[in-house]
């Protein structure tokens, strides 16, 4: 089956300035990357790639993992024209409403793809990122949380039982682990820089209630690079994912542990992320019948993150 690959011209209508780190450069570097356009019908075939273009969630759908008040109030902050979330660092612009309601529709329509069949992999080059929202605040960079919103539509709409969700962005996706914090059907695994933004990911953080037993952070110093994160893979977080036996994992794909990202202090090369990609790959097709969605999270080098997202599609496809 095919490898996708989702994206819209719209998520670079996101408007965070020139100067942003999560600015809209991000996304035409990756896509040029790719060798392709984000503007192709659905269904068009572009770089080898089955390339899908998603529709917004509907609101059901956002509000099944935030609350309705935030929601509304997102629409109502960015028509009166605010420039940041008053709930934390995410700059916004007049569309970034509608676009972040897009983003977590690419999430879905990837979701959607590797359980009808239409493919066994998705990539999402979308944005804004998502880990960093909470069900009731968009904090860093993040408005809506795409991960979770298509952990939790696989589990409604395809009766799915289990979803691991494994974030490997450098900082640690505090809003993917509140969401999903006393659910045992979603098991958050984190590996990340510490101590980094947003300061929370602590290796006693495990779940609540019911949900205990079904959060893993697994934090490494600045200055790791490839060996630490290929090793907290292999020989803690794929052991333990592997025993939860999920139906579908969701890869919180961020690429700023690069070497050269200006957001992290880890030292992860671009054969480190190929490295980091096989594991997954090989984990997916043993574990999961091979569905894997992965979605975009961080990244701010232009160039590393091209490059290494180039690579992750590539391997995907392969
Ligand atoms: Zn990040």
């Known amino acids: 089956m095919p490898t996708a690959l989702i994206s819209h011209p719209d998520f670079l209508l996101h408007d965070t300035g020139p100067f942003h780190p999560e600015r809209p450069d991000r996304m035409t570097s990756v896509l040029t990357h790719l060798g392709v356009s984000g503007d192709v019908p659905d269904g068009a075939q572009q770089a080898g790639l089955l390339c899908l273009s998603p529709a917004p969630a509907d609101e059901a759908r956002i509000k099944a993992v935030h609350d309705g008040a935030y929601v509304d109030a997102v629409a109502d902050w960015c028509g009166m024209g605010y420039r ?30 590797v359980l009808t069949g239409e493919a066994d992999r998705v990539f999402c080059v979308a944005r804004p990122p998502g880990h960093h929202a909470e069900s009731d605040r968009g904090m860093g960079f993040c408005i809506y949380n ?10 409604s709409r395809f009766g799915l039982e289990r979803v691991a969700v494994l974030d490997w962005d450098v900082h640690h996706g505090n809003g993917t682990q509140e969401i999903f914090e006393e659910d045992p059907s979603v098991y958050y695994f984190s590996v990340h820089q510490s101590p980094l933004y ?45 025993a ?28 480190g992320f190929q490295a ?22 961080g990244g701010y080098d232009l160039e590393a993150l091209g490059r290494c997202v180039a690579d992750h599609v590539s391997m995907m496809n392969a």
């Open 84 to 113: 940041n979330l008053p709930t934390g660092d995410t700059t916004v612009s007049s569309s970034s409403e509608t676009v972040a309601r897009l983003a977590a529709g690419a999430a879905m329509r990837a979701v959607d793809a």
């Open 146 to 155: 795409n991960a979770a919103v298509a952990a939790r539509y696989a589990r």
């Open 198 to 242: 947003p300061f929370t990911g602590s290796e006693s953080e495990k779940g609540t209630g019911e949900g205990a037993g079904y959060t893993m952070n697994v934090p490494v110093s600045a200055g790791s690079g490839d060996e630490v994160f290929v090793d907290v893979l292999r020989g803690k977080i794929l052991p333990a994912m592997k």
């Open 244 to 271: 939860y036996r999920p139906d579908l994992l969701i890869l919180s794909a961020g690429f700023d542990a690069h070497m050269d990202d200006p957001l992290s202090g880890t030292l992860v090369t671009d054969a």
């Open 276 to 297: 980091m990609t096989g594991l997954v790959l090989d984990f997916a097709e043993d574990t999961c019948g091979g569905r894997l969605v992965s979605v975009l999270e």
